[in-house]
């Protein structure tokens, strides 16, 4: 597959995005700067950045609990997006979402789930109103390997199947489930049970390769658009940091050897050498998109510790689109 | 006009309205329960498939939670999706899209977008379908933030209600009382909407205010004739819905009054009676002149044998004999 020389270097942007974002949101945690916890997805850049790029900017997406990886990778502007992990009034959901909660409609990022498996038919509904206004438009639903054993999944894959339904299942199988190994709880592999359901399932060995998770899911946007129906796409990858930060979880479930394998393998770093490699561009160029994407996540900082806090009065809008209850809820 | 015909009625007008409506359940394709094809007169009329298509007339898998979710996505990116869920038991199975999902989207993603959609499910009570087919389990939704929930009780009220549904923005949740589906009322055939938050007043009274729910309304208006009959008049409101809830009427009608009873079918623990209950006891307890009585079914599940079960909800008997307890100096003195 021949990508533009501006879309590989966008691929690696959003990649190097996602990493400084959430090592900085992971320090601003262990500071106290950011309240409850937050799942990065140091590690897993490819997978998320190679299947959102394979989407057009107004087609739809939910995510999951390992959250801020999705919107930054569908577009999101980071700003709007760590004022919301501190809490502030600016925040993309004006505070009240969250780190798990992030959602952000301007770039058809229709919202993360903190119940795993709970967003995955909220995608299935986005492509079925794509298909009865006839717009076009494709879902997909990002989803963990724990993800992947939840019933819903299943009820939606066959729903999809059944209305031929523009959305893609993207199962991002870091091999754990908190400190749970698939292998342990998963029958078979996942993608397999695609078949099940009479669509295709495909399998991308190397997760940490963004050009390999890119044409997979673009084969399965294409076919979605094409009126073909849904695919399940498993992507083989390994998250860097622990499951969550700011939980104590006092026992390592991980071995050395593993972890260093894996850890060997980083998404951006591979990426970056095929770049070079390519002649896409050169190291000091790489270097000085390096040094861009920091400054862009210290100015998302700066736009967060300006933000003011939400007014108290806040916490009482949006639940309704008509305000008759406020008033009398507070 | 029949309460279910009603029901078919304004989802048949919502339909033509607005393209972006479209009915989604299992079994609305054959039109099971009636509500999809203009009731008995289908074949004349034509069914909802002839008349909108598959596109817009979806029949699903057994996959509540699958539906209920779909439905949410389809509805926040443009859709205005009636959800057929049938029995209100199955309402169960797609609880955590129902209540993580619908209920909590809008508000946790800051007012982006909005999930204009409508659930509609029915209590087969009182008909002998033992406990998995049995529930009236709208109280416990009255209980999560973000969901409307409607309980009409008769087939005007059903029709305007369900229309004005589909008009909100916002996820409703409708509880039909089966044993009223087929109950008659005049409804106006052309386009009308009632607005959420009105409650209906069934019949004005002095001596003591009953406030009836669902299929509890037509009990409370007989128990309130033949409370007449014995000198006392009761006056009898039917919120119709309960999220939002009409206080300002009942807290009116009680102050008036100074009495209050409660009938509705679902259990007594935490009730919508229990709710209304607490709103009069904190905001007119000066005006009442008697404890508040309550009449529901009780905190049991439902038994299968007729022999059982005919005794479990509010009738009319019921509530004039626990209305009359409370009603002292008015009630005839044989008591
Ligand atoms: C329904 C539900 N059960 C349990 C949890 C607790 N929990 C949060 S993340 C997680 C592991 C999920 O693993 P996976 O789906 O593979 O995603 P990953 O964290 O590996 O990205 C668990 C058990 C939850 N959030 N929701």
């Known amino acids: 597959m021949s990508l533009s020389n501006d879309v590989m270097l966008e691929m690696q942007r959003r990649m190097l995005r996602i990493r400084l974002f959430d090592e900085r949101a992971s320090k601003m945690l262990k500071r106290g700067q950011i309240p409850g916890t937050i799942h990065t997805s140091i590690g897993q850049e490819a997978q998320v950045v190679g299947a959102c790029m394979a989407l057009d900017k107004h087609d739809n997406m939910t995510g999951n609990h390992r959250s801020h990886g999705h919107p930054i990778g569908k577009g999101s502007a980071l700003g709007p997006l760590m004022a919301e992990l501190v809490g502030k009034g600016t925040g993309v959901c004006k505070g009240k979402g969250g780190s798990l909660h992030l959602a952000d409609f301007a770039v058809g990022s229709l919202g993360e789930s903190g119940i795993t498996g709970s967003s995955i038919p909220i995608a299935v509904g986005a492509a079925l109103s794509a298909q009865v206004l006839g717009d076009g438009r494709v879902g997909l639903c990002f989803f963990g390997d724990g993800a992947a054993n939840q019933g819903v999944l299943y009820e939606s894959m066959n729903l999809a199947s059944a209305y031929k339904l523009p959305v893609i299942f993207l199962c991002e199988n870091n091999h754990y489930a908190l400190s749970t190994p698939a292998h342990t709880v998963t029958g078979g592999r996942i993608w397999e049970r695609a078949a099940g359901f009479g669509m295709p399932g495909v399998c991308v060995e190397d997760g940490q390769d963004v050009l390999a998770v890119y044409e997979a899911v673009k084969a399965a946007v294409d076919r979605a658009r094409a009126g073909e129906g849904p695919t399940l796409v498993e992507v083989m990858t390994y998250r860097f940091r622990e499951h969550a930060e700011g939980l104590r979880l006092n026992v390592d479930y991980r071995n050395a050897d593993e972890r260093e394998r894996w850890t060997s393998r980083d998404p951006i770093a591979l990426f970056r050498a095929v770049l070079i490699d390519r002649g896409v561009a050169d190291a000091a160029a790489m270097d000085a998109m390096e040094a861009d994407i920091a400054r862009e996540v210290d100015d998302c900082v700066k736009f967060s510790d300006a933000s003011p806090y939400p007014d108290a009065k806040v916490a009482f809008e949006h639940l309704y689109t008509d305000a008759y209850e406020t008033e009398a809820l507070q | ?335």
Request: with cysteine.
């Open chain 2, 1 to 335: 006009m029949t309460y279910i015909a009603a029901i078919g009625a304004a989802q048949r007008e919502a339909m033509v309205a607005d393209k972006r409506v479209i009915v989604i359940g299992e079994d609305v394709e054959a039109n099971v329960y009636g509500t999809t094809g203009g009731s008995k007169s289908r074949a004349e009329k034509g069914d909802f498939v002839q008349e909108f298509g598959r596109n817009r007339v979806r029949n699903t898998p057994i996959s509540e939670e699958a539906i209920v979710g779909a439905s949410i996505g389809a509805a926040m990116t443009g859709l205005r999706p009636i959800v057929d869920l049938s029995y209100s038991s199955f309402l169960y199975m797609a609880m955590d899209q129902l209540v993580n999902q619908a209920a909590k989207n809008r508000y946790m993603f800051g007012g982006q977008g909005s999930i204009p959609i409508v659930f509609r499910s029915a209590m087969f009570y009182g008909l002998n379908t033992g406990a998995h087919h049995s529930d009236r389990p709208y109280p416990m939704f009255m209980n999560v933030p973000g969901l409307k929930v409607l309980v009409p009780a008769s087939a005007a009220d059903a029709k305007g209600l369900l229309r004005q549904a589909v008009d909100s923005d916002d996820p409703v949740l409708i509880f039909e009382s089966v044993p009223l589906w087929g109950s008659k009322e005049e409804v106006d055939e052309s386009e009308y909407r009632i607005p959420f938050g009105v409650a209906r007043v069934r019949r004005e009274g002095t001596d003591v205010t009953i406030v009836g729910i669902s299929g509890s309304v037509p009990q409370a208006v007989k128990a309130a004739e033949a409370l007449a009959e014995q000198g006392i008049s009761a006056e009898v409101i039917d919120p119709r819905t309960l999220v939002p809830l009409d206080t300002r009427t009942i807290l009116e009608s009680v102050r008036k009054t100074g009495r209050l009873v409660i009938a509705e079918p679902a259990h007594r623990t935490c009730g919508a009676a229990a709710e209304i209950s607490a709103i009069v006891a904190e905001q007119a307890f000066d005006a009442l002149r008697a404890p508040i009585r309550r009449v529901t079914a009780p905190d049991m599940q439902i038994p299968f044998s007729p022999a059982l079960e005919a005794g479990f909800y509010p009738t009319a008997d019921k509530i004039v004999a626990v209305t009359r307890t409370i009603c002292g100096n008015n009630a005839p003195t044989d008591l």
